[in-house]
Nanobody, 114 residues
Framework: QVQLVESGGGLVQPGGSLRLSCAAS????????MSWYRQAPGKERESVAG????????NYADSVKGRFTISRDNIKNTVYLQMNSLKAEDTAVYYC???????WGQGTQVTVSS
């Protein structure tokens, strides 16, 4: 059974940091590119960051470049999203996904507010 389980979300003040984790199971993680998406209230789901299966290629949405870092550990079957210098507009539910396989997590809420 495929599972993607996100954790690490929460409430943080503007300028703060959070690290999201996504633990994968039920498929061959090391052969899958992974992505983080987010969806803010009333908005479409958008891509935030992606990483190739061995981590040598990463891409980011313009809105998060220089602030967010995606990484992965193929031993722990986990993908991470380090989020720094958070802004109110980063508030959203964050999802990890193996998009090419159609696998999505349940999401974790990130709220940036003072």
């Amino acid at each position: 059974q495929v599972q993607l389980v996100e954790s690490g979300g929460g409430l943080v003040q503007p300028g703060g940091s959070l690290r999201l984790s996504c633990a994968a199971s039920g498929f061959t993680f090391s052969t899958s590119a992974m992505s983080w998406y987010r969806q803010a209230p009333g908005k479409e789901r958008e891509s935030v960051a992606g990483i190739s299966n061995i981590g040598n290629v990463r891409n980011y949405a313009d809105s998060v470049k220089g602030r967010f870092t995606i990484s992965r550990d193929n031993i722990k079957n986990t993908v991470y999203l380090q989020m720094n210098s958070l802004k109110a507009e980063d508030t959203a539910v964050y999802y990890c996904a193996a998009v090419s396989r159609g696998y999505w997590g349940q999401g974790t809420q990130v709220t940036v507010s003072s």
